[in-house]
């Protein structure tokens, strides 16, 4: 085999005993990479795509609540805001918990999802799997440092739902690969940043579709 190019983007929960890990493939979704990492830097879908579970877009006050930041380095994008989960999300924070998101995408096609709350941690790491420009699947950790002996069923069950409340928008999306040139799609929110920064990024590694 030949040298690996990057490092295993890092993924500390995995091997601290304070966490217990559950780990699921999903596949194969007719997306490309690029569409499931600039997803998960989207914030303003949280509401729309998983109404009632993770936000709800009727509501201006289960809205993301400010600040939202964004930072970038070598090797990937960040993003955090704060932001209160509807009742369902129990399987991420109790009712009424004002959690803190953060969301890295690790270049070029992994990306973590951390959740801290009064409960705790839960860190999600997603692995895509790259099958052909507009195919993937992905592997997805998830590791939390509470309810550590409850059975993992319900915490995978949300997961399933999630994944296909995503992939249903995800799936639709066109031109199938991201474009990194920034003219192609037009921007327009705040909640873009992150995936102006994610494009940004593909770019500078010479990476024109993702
Ligand atoms: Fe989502």
């Known amino acids: 085999m030949e040298e690996p190019k990057l490092p295993i983007p890092e993924y500390p929960e ?8 559950w780990s699921k493939y999903y596949g194969d ?4 990479p690029g569409r499931l ?19 709800d877009p009727d509501d201006p006050n289960s809205s993301v609540i400010k600040p939202y930041e964004t930072r970038v380095d070598d090797g990937g994008v ?11 999300a129990e399987t991420f924070a109790e009712e009424g918990d004002r959690i803190r998101h953060e969301t890295r995408v690790d270049f ?15 860190a999600l790491f997603f692995a895509t799997n790259p099958i052909q420009s507009d195919k993937c699947g992905f592997w997805l950790f998830e ?5 550590q002996n409850e059975p993992d ?13 995503d992939r249903r928008v995800i799936v639709t999306q ?4 991201v474009p990194t040139d920034l003219s192609e799609e037009l921007h327009v929110k705040v909640a873009d940043a992150g995936s102006i920064e994610y494009r940004r990024m593909l770019r500078r590694h010479g990476i024109s579709f993702a």
């Open 153 to 165: 069923d319900k915490y995978i069950a949300f997961n399933d739902l999630l994944e296909s409340q």
């Open 78 to 88: 960040w993003t955090m805001f704060y932001k209160e989960l509807p009742p369902a």
């Open 14 to 21: 995995y091997a601290d005993p304070e966490f217990h890990t």
């Open 37 to 55: 990492c600039e997803n998960s830097l989207d914030i303003a879908h949280l509401d729309f795509a998983h109404p009632g579970l993770l936000g």
């Open 29 to 32: 979704w007719d997306a490309s």
């Open 108 to 122: 070029p096609f992994v990306f973590t999802v951390r959740i801290f709350s009064e409960r705790g941690r839960v």
């Open 143 to 147: 590791s939390r440092d509470y309810d």
């Open 174 to 177: 066109r031109p199938e690969m």
